[in-house]
C-alpha cells in the first residue's frame, strides 16, 4: 500500500526506506528528535522530501489533493480547533459522513454527552478523541496517527487500539507513533525503530524490541 | 432519533437567524424610505423616495453586506480575530484611485470617472497577490504584508493631498474617505452591481473549506483543502465586492471587523454558518449607521464611516471585555 525508498530531509531524516502493506499495524518508536514525526509528515504528502513515495504504486506527488484526502488520514500530535466549534460541529466538518453515522459515531466514542460542548472546554485527553472519531469517520485505506494514546486514560488508550486493530483487520493499513513499548508489543504486528534520522530496525514486536537496546533508551523518554 | 438531536447539537439554526436578520433589514429600509420628513401627499414624495432614498439604502446594503461577508471569510482564513477586508489593501488602494480621480481633476470633468478608477486600483493590488501566491504558505506573514501595503499606500495618498495646488478638491477627499452612501446614482450602482455580486458568490462558496481550516494547516491539507486552494477566490471575491463598492461610498470601517465578532454570539463560532449571516449583517450595520447619520441634527452630514467607529469601536472594546473565547484572551 506504501512503500517509501531513500528519504531525506534535510537535517532530520537521512536514507529513509521501508513498506507498508495492507491489513498491518505498524508501531513506530524512538526517542525524542529521532525523527518520527518528520517521517509521518513526509509520508502524508505535508514535508516535500527528497525519494520516493508510492501509494498504490503512484508516486504521492502526483495524487490530487482530494484524492489523498479520501485515501489517507493523518492526525498531527496536537490537534487543534481555532474556532470554538462544538463537538458535533467538528464531527461534522471533518467526518464527511451523514448526521446518522455522526450520531453513531458520537456514541461509539463516548462523546454524545459532549456533542453541544465547545471544544475549547474540552480536555486535552476529549480533544484527542474528538479528531481520533473523526478520522475513523473519514474511514480511509492509511491511518497516519502522531502519539494517538497521548492523553488518554488506560481505557481509552485501549479502546483506540482496540479500534486500531479491527480497522487494520478490514485489509487498512496504520502507522503510529508510540512510546508505550507494552503496546506496542500488545497490540503491532510490526515495530519500526527510528533512531538519529535513521529507520535503524523493523520487524515483529517480537524479533525488534527483544533484540534492540535501543528500546531502552525509548522507554525513558516521556 | 439521533441523529435529530445531532442535528440540533449543530449549533442556532442558520435559517432562524437569517430570518430575524432579512426581517430587520426589511423593517430598516421601509423605514428610512417611508420616514415621512415631507408629508406622504408632497408632490416630491415619490421623487424623493426612488431617486434619493432608494439609491441610498440600496448603497448601504451592498457595501455593508461586502464588507460584512469579506470580514467572516478573512478572519476564517487566517483564523485571526483582527483580519478585516483592508488587510489585502483594498480600501487603501480604491482611496488612492479616487483621490487621483479628484487630484487630476478628471472628476469634475466626467463623473463616472472616480468609481472606475477606484475600482482599478482596487483590483489591482490583489492581481500582484495573486501573483505572488506561490510564495505565500502561511497566514501571518500576509496580514504583515497587508498592513505594509496599506501603510505605504495611506502615505501615499497624504504626499498627494501636500503637493496639491488648489484646496477645493481637498474637502471632496477628505470627505471620500470617511465613506458616504449619499447622492449615489442607478448608474454607478448599476457598474458596481454586477461586480459586487460576482464577489459575494464567490466568497460564500469558500464555507466548507474555512471550516476545515479550522484545524490548523497541516489537518486542512489532509482533509483536502490548503491555504492556497482558497487563496485566489477568496482575494478575487474582496476584490470584487469590497473594491466595488468601496469604490462607490468610500471607506467605511469597523463593518468588515465587527459584524462577525457580534454574529459569533449568535450562531457559534463555524465558519461556515457565520458567511450568510455576515452578508446580511453587515449590510443591516450599514443600513442602521446610515439611518443614525440622516437624523443627527447636524449642519453639514456626519459622514458614515464615522458613525461605523463611534458605534464600532467602543462596541468592540465591549465585545473583548465580555467574551471569554480563548480568541480574545
Known amino acids: ?222 | 432519533m439521533d441523529s435529530k438531536e445531532a442535528k440540533d447539537s449543530l449549533g442556532k439554526n442558520p435559517r432562524g437567524v437569517l430570518f430575524v436578520l432579512s426581517f430587520l433589514i426589511l423593517f430598516f429600509v421601509v423605514l428610512e424610505l417611508l420616514c415621512p420628513l415631507l408629508g406622504f401627499f408632497d408632490p416630491l414624495f415619490p421623487f424623493l423616495v426612488w431617486e434619493v432614498r432608494l439609491p441610498r439604502v440600496l448603497s448601504a446594503f451592498l457595501a455593508g453586506s461586502a464588507l460584512g461577508l469579506s470580514g467572516a471569510v478573512l478572519q476564517a482564513y487566517f483564523r485571526n480575530p483582527l483580519a478585516e477586508p483592508s488587510i489585502l489593501g483594498v480600501s487603501s488602494m480604491a482611496s488612492l484611485g479616487a483621490v487621483l480621480a479628484l487630484y487630476t481633476g478628471l472628476y469634475a470633468l466626467f463623473p463616472l470617472s472616480l468609481p472606475l478608477l477606484a475600482m482599478g486600483f482596487a483590483f489591482l493590488l490583489p492581481l500582484v497577490f495573486l501573483a505572488f501566491a506561490k510564495s505565500f504558505s502561511k497566514a501571518a506573514p500576509l496580514i504583515l504584508v497587508g498592513i505594509a501595503v496599506s501603510s505605504f499606500v495611506g502615505a501615499l495618498i497624504s504626499l498627494l493631498l501636500n503637493f496639491m495646488e488648489k484646496n477645493y478638491a481637498l474637502l471632496d477627499i477628505i470627505f471620500w474617505m470617511f465613506g458616504s452612501f449619499a447622492d449615489h446614482t442607478y448608474q454607478e450602482l448599476g457598474l458596481v452591481l454586477p461586480f459586487w455580486l460576482l464577489g459575494i458568490v464567490l466568497l460564500l462558496r469558500q464555507g466548507p473549506d474555512l471550516d476545515l481550516l479550522s484545524f490548523g494547516v497541516d489537518t486542512a491539507i489532509t482533509m483536502g483543502t490548503s491555504l492556497k486552494k482558497v487563496w485566489a477566490p477568496m482575494v478575487s471575491g474582496v476584490a470584487l465586492a469590497v473594491g466595488s463598492t468601496v469604490a462607490l461610498t468610500g471607506v467605511v470601517g469597523f463593518i468588515g471587523l465587527v459584524t462577525p465578532h457580534v454574529l459569533r454570539l449568535w450562531v457559534g463560532e463555524r465558519p461556515r454558518n457565520l458567511l450568510w449571516p455576515s452578508a446580511l449583517g453587515g449590510g443591516l450595520l450599514a443600513l442602521v449607521s446610515d439611518g443614525v447619520v440622516r437624523f443627527l441634527p447636524t449642519t453639514g452630514e456626519v459622514k458614515v464611516g464615522v458613525i461605523t467607529a463611534l458605534i464600532g469601536a467602543p462596541f468592540l472594546v465591549y465585545l473583548v471585555k465580555k467574551t471569554k473565547h480563548a480568541v480574545f484572551s
Open chain 1, 1 to 222: 500500500m506504501l512503500s517509501f525508498h531513500n528519504i531525506n530531509f534535510s537535517p532530520v531524516l537521512r536514507d529513509v526506506s521501508g513498506t507498508l502493506g495492507p491489513g498491518q499495524f505498524v508501531g513506530m518508536v524512538g526517542e525524542n528528535g529521532a525523527g518520527k514525526t518528520t517521517l509521518l509528515r513526509t509520508l502524508a504528502g505535508l514535508l516535500p522530501a527528497d525519494g520516493v513515495i508510492l501509494l498504490d504504486s503512484k508516486p504521492l506527488s502526483q495524487w490530487s489533493i482530494a484524492g489523498l484526502a479520501s485515501k489517507r488520514g493523518y492526525l498531527t500530535a496536537d490537534p487543534l480547533c481555532f474556532w470554538n466549534l462544538t463537538v458535533a460541529e467538528v464531527l461534522d466538518v471533518a467526518g464527511r459522513s451523514t448526521l446518522e453515522i455522526v450520531a453513531q459515531e458520537m456514541r461509539q466514542w463516548h462523546l454524545w454527552p459532549l456533542r453541544q460542548s465547545l471544544m475549547h472546554q474540552l480536555s486535552s485527553g476529549e480533544r484527542m478523541r474528538v479528531f481520533l472519531a473523526a478520522l475513523f469517520m473519514r474511514d480511509p485505506d492509511l491511518l497516519l496517527l502522531d502519539e494517538p494514546l497521548q492523553h488518554l486514560d488506560p481505557l481509552f488508550q485501549e479502546m483506540v487500539l482496540k479500534k486500531v486493530h479491527d480497522f487494520t483487520r478490514r485489509g487498512k493499513a496504520v502507522l503510529a507513533v508510540f512510546h508505550d513499548l507494552e503496546m506496542v508489543r500488545r497490540w503491532c504486528d510490526g515495530v519500526w525503530v527510528m533512531q538519529k534520522g535513521r529507520l535503524v530496525a523493523q520487524g515483529t514486536p517480537s524479533q525488534v524490541l527483544q533484540a534492540l537496546p535501543v528500546a531502552k533508551p525509548c522507554q525513558l523518554v516521556e
